[in-house]
């Protein structure tokens, strides 16, 4: 499988105080695919969707050691500016999170941000990025109303819409999916297909259904340490590590 790489992982370490929960990760992350990392709980999948973003940077007592390239940008150098960092990533977490406000201005709160003021600009924002994550037609006629009166799973589309909103290049989910209901979870599954043509998506996900529904590549992490890394078929079908064979079967979880 042959692929351009968007972030490069190079001999990094992470520890909370004495805990060592990253050991020595060196990977490429593809371009514009659909990346799974998978792991029992416990294994360091959102310390290394965190690092990312950055947002390790918010526990107290975190380390650090190696280098996380973005575009070929070292993005824990001293230098680095964190905010346009972030900027890059559209976070989805596990529970959405809508801001305390309209449905609309959830959406326009962080192109107003990056300096969008204009209000027919900010409409057109809206409407693409609603309807972008398939949510438009359900509330089109309700975009002042609060984003709280929203069922859980419109809420997690809307978080998706919000963060699309700043134009990022990469697509973070940590078990996006996990407080779903079924249909939810499908509509957000169907989302993440269509949006791999121009985003590089990074899911963390327990369930291995989704996995091997979504996946084009695969990163095994056991204990902070990186096991094995692939082509989705070959990793999910025919994985070379014992380890990997056990945890896919079920016999370590």
């Known amino acids: 499988m042959e692929f351009t790489t968007h972030i490069s992982v190079q001999n990094f370490n992470v520890f909370y105080g004495s805990q060592q929960a990253l050991k020595d990760i060196t990977i490429d992350i593809p371009d514009k695919k659909i990346i799974v990392i998978i792991g029992p709980s416990g294994c360091g999948k959102t310390t290394l969707l965190r690092s990312f973003n950055r947002l390790i940077d918010t526990t107290e007592g975190v380390k650090v050691r190696g280098k996380v390239l973005v575009d070929g940008e070292d993005i824990f150098d001293?230098?680095?500016?964190?905010?346009?960092?972030?900027?890059?990533?559209?976070?989805?977490?596990?529970?959405?999170?809508?801001?305390?406000?309209?449905?609309?201005d959830n959406i326009a709160y962080g192109p107003r941000i990056h300096g969008t003021k204009n209000k027919k600009a900010l409409d057109g924002i809206v409407e693409h990025y609603l309807k972008v994550s398939s949510l438009w037609d359900e509330v089109k006629d309700r975009l002042h109303s609060p984003a709280s009166r929203l069922s859980v799973g419109q809420q997690q589309r809307l978080c998706l819409a919000r963060g699309l909103a700043v134009e990022p290049e990469i697509i973070l989910a940590d078990e996006p999916t996990s407080a779903l209901d079924p249909k939810s979870s499908r509509r957000i599954e169907e989302t993440f297909m269509r949006l791999k043509q121009r985003y590089t998506i990074i899911i963390v996900t327990h369930i291995l259904r989704q996995a091997k529904r979504l996946a084009d590549y695969v990163v095994f992490l056991y204990l902070g340490e990186l096991i094995e890394h692939g082509p989705a078929k070959e990793i999910l079908e025919n994985p070379r590590q014992e380890m990997t064979k056990e945890y896919i079967s079920g016999a370590i979880s």
Do not use: D
């Open 78 to 104: 001293p230098a680095a500016e964190v905010t346009r960092i972030r900027k890059k990533m559209g976070l989805l977490s596990q529970h959405p999170y809508p801001l305390p406000m309209s449905i609309y």
